[in-house]
């Protein structure tokens, strides 16, 4: 089992900056990417990014020049560093875990809202 707890979610104007963590704990060896989605109102979930164990990353067009994921294996945690918010970043944001046994973990969501 592996537990995801999310923080940094809030209120931003436009061109603002938000950093969101996710610590993870439990089962932390079996994990094997973690990752960002999210879910605005009214439409389906969707990647945002995702890091390898490795280190390698991956992200939506929608987000790429302007969000960073990162990890700090000390800590557990992965980092959604968020810049140059826009209105349509507006959404529930969610950590996500994989590991090697093919298991995947939610957190229980974070928003972000930016206003115009």
């Known amino acids: 089992q592996v537990q995801l707890v999310e923080s940094g979610g809030g209120l931003v104007q436009a061109g603002g900056s938000l950093r969101l963590s996710c610590a993870a704990s439990?089962?932390?060896?079996?994990?094997?990417?973690m990752g960002w989605y999210r879910q605005a109102p009214g439409k389906q979930r969707e990647l945002v990014a995702t890091?390898?164990?490795?280190?390698?990353?991956n992200y939506a067009d929608s987000v790429k020049a302007r969000f960073t994921i990162s990890r700090d294996n000390a800590k557990n945690t992965v980092y959604l560093q968020m810049n140059s918010l826009k209105p349509d970043d507006t959404a529930v944001y969610y950590c996500?875990?994989?590991?090697?046994?093919?298991?995947?973990?939610w957190g229980q969501g974070t928003q972000v809202t930016v206003s115009s």
């Open positions: 996500n875990a994989h590991t090697w046994g093919g298991n995947g973990y």
């Open positions: 439990g089962s932390i060896v079996s994990v094997r990417d």
């Open positions: 890091i390898i164990r490795g280190g390698s990353t």
